[in-house]
């Protein structure tokens, strides 16, 4: 099996490292940039699993490519965040009306922003995303290229730490933040196989919560395949990420479809989305 691995998802990072990782699978771990270039992987069959936020594979059924949801982690509401600067006049979301931010478009990121507007009363085209790639958007929003930055680990958790930025919202205020494990409906897992995927990502997700320092110490050194932190986070720093999320690994079920349908619903409200997605139940799924 073919298992994707990007830098941000730090579940199949670690399980890239741990020991018997997916053996009876036989895997191939493949590096890859970024979250968002999952779909395509998946299409051109150079993998067959990734693991992402909440929003690529709705990006992908938008594509018409039929996503099968494997697994899905539990609620990560730590991992996301707003920042504005420390001397910025802006106090609270209902004042990021009109103003430059900087996200990781298509990613979780512009779930968060639309769900934290939406509670103001604004909506995406009330303000100005501007996409942040491999950019430094920390420097982006100190040296005022941009008014907002939303921040997810580790660097978010480096941001917290510092005086010259200050925090308007936080994840769990806003959307449940799962990872979710998931493939195409084309690539043809069995039944077999996804059970072994759901299996294997839960005793992994439990030997990472029973050791978070041997975790730790693998993320910082990162590994020959290239997804490494490219931020340079040290051992300490990344046990304080390890130890913030819950790495509990469940099957898809009724409850997360819904809450992806919810997020379909909410990215077509705010013009993100031009039509409607449905979503299959996971009964409706099994081969």
Known sequence: MKIGVHPNNLHLRLARLWPGAFVDLQPIFVSYAEGRDTAVL?????????????????????RGLGVEYIAASAPRPANGAIFV????????????????????????????????????????PDVERIESGARDSLADLLEGR??????????????????????????GAAIPNRSLFWTLERNGLSAAEIGAVVSELSRIGNEIAADPRTAARLLASGDRGGSGDRGGTDIDAWEKVVRSRD??????????????QEEADTLLRHGHFDKPIVLKRPLETVK
Do not use: N
Not at 42 to 62: F, K, N, Q, R, Y
């Open 42 to 62: 998946l299409e051109s069959g150079d993998i067959d699993l990734g693991g992402t936020g909440s929003t690529p594979p709705l990006e992908a059924d938008m």
């Open 85 to 124: 600067r420390s001397d910025s006049p802006i106090g609270s979301v209902a004042e990021l009306k009109g103003r430059r931010i900087s996200l990781i478009d298509g990613s979780f990121h512009t779930y968060l922003l639309a769900r934290s507007l939406e509670g103001e009363g604004l909506s995406l």
């Open 247 to 260: 790495f509990t690994v469940f099957p898809i079920d009724d409850e997360i479809i819904a809450e992806q």
């Open 146 to 171: 941009v008014d907002a930055w939303v921040a997810m680990s580790p660097r978010l958790e480096k941001a917290l730490e510092r005086d010259d930025v200050r925090l308007i919202v936080r994840c």
